[in-house]
């Protein structure tokens, strides 16, 4: 695999002169609209047949610690983290469970998908996919929490999800 970071016009002219990346960093950060600053990753599939073979899986996250500050019964700010953080001890160790679980999780997926899609066609088809929608969002926008105890170890008895708001100022609201 390749990357490259920089000007959207440089890294495309990269990419279709040689089909990869120079491996480089553009470090000039800068506003969305000043020389259009992209990341892309590259990486040589092969030939492209009838034939299937294995997925090539890409993963790109974003882990937060803390995920919210949270202000508690008495007006005390309290920093709330992941709660895949009390099971997983490194971001290396979280990257590795996902891309070991990526089979699972997408059958997994497949399945709730189906099972959705089915309930919701009865209703119509248009309805259907308005669900389908919909259920990303409200996954996309759900944080499992946990507050950590005053010595630093995690609560996992206190368990919070929160549900960020979609389409407003970013605020988020538990989930009961």
């Known amino acids: 695999m390749t990357f490259q970071s920089g000007q ?7 990419f279709i002169s040689s089909g990869r990346l120079p491996n480089t960093q553009d470090t000039g950060f800068r506003a969305v609209n000043d020389r259009w600053p992209v990341v892309a990753f590259a990486r040589d599939i092969g030939s492209v047949g009838t034939t ?15 995920v919210i500050q ?3 019964t008495g007006n005390v700010l309290q920093s709330r983290v992941p709660f895949y953080s009390s099971q997983l001890s490194t971001p290396a160790a979280v990257i590795k469970y996902f ?3 990526f089979v699972n999780a997408t059958s ?40 950590r ?8 008895t206190d368990l919070t999800v929160f549900m960020k708001e979609i389409s407003s100022n970013g605020n988020m609201n538990t989930v009961s």
Do not use: C, M, W
């Open 52 to 66: 299937v073979s294995q997925p090539v899986v890409f993963s790109i996250g974003h882990l937060r610690d803390p």
């Open 108 to 147: 997994q997926a497949a399945t709730l998908d189906a099972k959705i899609q089915s309930d919701a066609v009865k209703i119509s088809a248009g309805y259907a996919g308005l669900v389908a929608l919909s259920i990303r969002q409200v996954f996309a926008a759900t944080e499992l929490t946990i507050s």
């Open 70 to 72: 949270y202000v508690t």
């Open 149 to 156: 105890t005053s010595s630093g170890s995690y609560n996992t």
């Open 99 to 101: 891309l070991d679980d």
């Open 8 to 14: 959207d016009t440089t890294v495309r002219a990269n």
